[in-house]
Nanobody, 127 residues
Framework: QLQLVESGGGLVQPGGSLRLSCAAS????????IAWFRQAPGKEREGVSC????????NYADSVKGRFTISRDNAKNTVYLQMNSLKPEETAVYYC????????????????????WGQGTQVTVSS
């Protein structure tokens, strides 16, 4: 069974940092581009960042550029999202997703491009 499992969420103060992990089981991530999305209550799911299958290409939403870093360790079958300088408005459930395309271009932020989704991890930014 193909599964993506997110971890690393939690409660953090504004300006703080968290590192999210997305671990795959049942398949190898080597051939998949992986993205992170987030969804706050009452809002649409938003693309945060994406990394190509070999890690050579990354994309970021404008709102997180310079603060978030996506990376992957294919040997560990895991993708990471380092989040720094977090803001209260970034409170949301964060999801990782995989697509069979090794690399996405300008459509990377569209949820419909992804075949597999994790269950999400809650990130709460609050003092």
């Amino acid at each position: 069974q193909l599964q993506l499992v997110e971890s690393g969420g939690g409660l953090v103060q504004p300006g703080g940092s968290l590192r999210l992990s997305c671990a795959a089981s049942g398949f190898t991530l080597d051939y998949y581009a992986i993205a992170w999305f987030r969804q706050a209550p009452g809002k649409e799911r938003e693309g945060v960042s994406c990394i190509s299958n070999n890690g050579g290409s990354t994309n970021y939403a404008d709102s997180v550029k310079g603060r978030f870093t996506i990376s992957r360790d294919n040997a560990k079958n895991t993708v990471y999202l380092q989040m720094n300088s977090l803001k209260p408005e970034e409170t949301a459930v964060y999801y990782c997703a995989a697509t069979g395309w090794g690399r996405l271009g300008s459509s990377w932020y569209r949820p419909a491009e992804y075949n597999y989704w994790g269950q999400g991890t809650q990130v709460t930014v609050s003092s």
